[in-house]
Every structure is written in C-alpha cells, then in structure tokens.
C-alpha cells in the first residue's frame, strides 16, 4: 500500500521538529514534509500531491489563509488543518469558511492532532478511490461512445447516454459483457425485445440503455408495470401511453401479467402499428419500439396456456436473458460502486467492505437481485463509519445466521433492527401465503389482506415477491 504523505507549514522550527517526530511515533508508514513559509510549502505543492495539509495561520509574510487560498485552487480535493492559537475561536470559523476541513489549537493536543489528521487522510483516500472508480467506468465506456459517436456524431449527447443506464450493466463479469455487447448490437435495430429475469436484476435498466443508444433517444421512453394496473383498466391504459410513446419506446413491464384477451389486441396492435383510441372507431398508426420483460419464462407460460404463442413470438424478435446475482461472480464489484455512490450522495467516508462482511455478502442468496444489493449498501453506508463491517449488514439471513452461531460475544443487531426484521418477514409471510391462497391473483390477494392493489404490488416488488410462482402452482 503507498504511504501517505503530509506537509506541516509553520515559521516555528521547533513545531517543525515535534510534530513530525510525534506523527510518526503514531503512524509509522506516514511520510511527512515541511515548509517553513507559505512560498516553500507553494513549491512542495506543485511537486507533490499531498493526501493532507497542516498550515499555521498566523505567518509573516504570505499568511495560512492566502495559502489556504492558493491549496483550494492548486489542489482542491488536498484536506487542509489549520493550526490556530489559544481561544481564536473567530479565526476557526473563518478558516473552515474558507475551506479548510478542520482545525486543531495551540497547545496542540497530539493525540487529538493526530485522529483530525487520520480522518482527513481517509476523506483524501475516499475521494482518490471514487474518482479511479469513475475513471474505470469511462473507461469502460469509452467503447460505446465511439460506437455511437459513429452513428450519431453527437459527442456529448453519447456521453450522457452512457454513463447514465449502462454504468450499473458495465461489470468485470463475462455474463454481463454478453448483456452490453447484446444491447449495443439491437440498439438501433427495430426489432422488438424481450428481458427475463428475475425481480431486481435489472430489466428497466436493459431497456433504457437500449431505448438511449438507439437513434429514438430524444423522443419518450415510457413504462408501464402490467403487474400494477387492474384487468379491468390495462386495455386503456395501454391505449393511451402508446400515444404518449410516438416515436419512442414502449416499455412493459412484467408482461406476463396481461390478461389472455388483451395480449390478443396488443400483438395485433403492434403487427399493425396502430391502436383503437378508447372510444374511437378507427384506428390511429403509431411509430413505437417495444420493449417487454417478464420475471417468469413466457415461453414456460406458454406451454402452461398462460400465455398466447402469437403475442410471445411478436414481442421476442429477441430475447436478452438476465442472470441472478447469486450466479454472477461480480457481487462485490457491484457492492463497492453501490458504497460509493451511497458515500458521495451521503457524505459518509466508506472506505471498504470488511472481509467479514464481504463473506455474508457473497453467501446471501439474493432474492431481490440487484435491486436488494443496492437497497443493503446503501443502509451500510449510512450506518457505517468508514468501513463497512458484519452488523452493518444484520438484516441480510445470512448475517443473522452468523450472529446466533457466534455466540453471545459477538456483536449482534441491535432491538430496533431485530424489530423491523421480524415485522419485515411477517409482512412477506403473508403475502405468500394471501398469494398461495388466490392462486396468483393480486386483485383477490389485495382484497383478503384488506389493502389496495397498488400497495400490495408494491409490497411485492419490496419482498422480491414472484406472484407468477402461485400461479404455475395452480396450473400443475
């Protein structure tokens, strides 16, 4: 691992002596610079990049707050402390309005010195990290904007393109690969998609990447979750956000939940393109791409009469098939980008995922797939204090189960997390069983568990819930 260094500026040299000899009485692999004017600490500036700065602020000549002026300008991701004398409180606020991270007073207590110190290294550190990780993303990305820049010669709007959807699919990960390289090739293409997999892998996320890459970008992308509407309103809903799609895409989610007389008039609808307004006696042509997904093989609910062969066939010119993420072998890859984007949107200083925690990590099951991985990094992040460890992760089973196996030393969830966990399990119990007893149906599952219809779909799409599994029970 590379050293850290630090540069202390100050016109005292027997602070310049002590404080370098205390600091590395403390942190041995710490490596420590010093300047004796805020002219000589310029020089070393532009030298080296330092992960930390300490700087008096009372100096003759240029003082600590023009240094501190010229270090935000030169290197503003370098942490400054600014050393202060006794009961200048006023020069302290004023020093962390100009930008420093923190300041520390004289006498200088070393002990507390150095944990400010240790804390704006590991700031440094965290920012080093998110932005290499950016810089492997575009990286990564660069492939694909020169891609799209062929096709479009539009630079910047490539840009956005990728970075936005394709950062959460561009994975060190061989299954994933075949994902991007399959999205690259339909992008422009028109034939229509289907997206299995299960809940949470990511099937929105196939289908805008898709719908931004290909030359329909600046027209609309709409969705619509079949699993969410009731029977009796799907047909007009359709209907109406097929018009708001013109020249766009039409994504439907969890396809498979299309009553068997609707998906009848949508493949009829889309082999025509064109649509009956509800209420209207001719129909009107549209231009859209469609995109379908479904969490359950369609070709099973085929076979099963669940669903139409001709409806299967016009929605799947091609198949893109998602895995689970307990059969992909970039888990912590995605949980390190998951902590980082956390980090930055919380301003929490997560460094790493311990190796205890990265062990309950790669032995959960993951019945939420991506989505629930997301969902668990970013309650870490918040809760962690720069490294993620087991307990930050007590809500996973596997977590549990280490917990109760490791005796009453180890360090367990805390009430209030054992709390939502069982009361989190028990809403998922009975919903299975509301589910087992409807056979599949979400109207009459709502109604047994005295709710609405969209709350229970959503309740559904929390747990990691697959509604269709009630079904094929029924049909076997």
Sequence with gaps: MTPSHVLIVDDDPALLQALPEALKLRMSELMVDTADSAAAALDRIAARDYNAIVTDIKMPGMDGFALLDEIRARRPDTPTLMITGHGERALAVKALRRGACDFVQKPIDRDYFVALLRRAIQMNELSRQVKQQQLALERRADELERTVEE????LG????VIQSPLRWLLAPSQQMEKVVQQIRQLADSPLSVLVEGETGTGKELVARSIHQLSARRHHPFVAIDCGAIANTLIESEISEQVHLAEGGTLFLEEIVNLPLPTQSKLFRALQQRQVQPLGGTTPVP??????AASSVSLEREVRAG????????????????LPPLRERDDILHLANDFVAEASM???????EISEPAARVLLRHSW???????????????FLAAGVIEREHLSLLDSSRAIARRSGPAAIGPSLKEITEAAAADAERQAIRQALQASKGNKTEAARRLRTDYKTLHLKIKQHGIDAGRFRKRRAS
Aim: proline fraction near 4%.
């Design 151 to 154: 096709r479009t010669h539009e």
């Design 157 to 160: 709007e490539a840009n956005k």
């Design 286 to 291: 549209v231009d859209v791409r469609t995109i």
């Design 306 to 321: 669940r669903f139409r062969q001709d409806a299967r066939d016009g929605l799947s010119a091609f198949v893109i098939t």
């Design 345 to 351: 949107e919380f301003g929490r200083p997560c460094r």
């Design 367 to 381: 019945p939420g797939n991506v989505r629930e991985l997301r969902n668990v990094m970013r309650r870490a992040t």
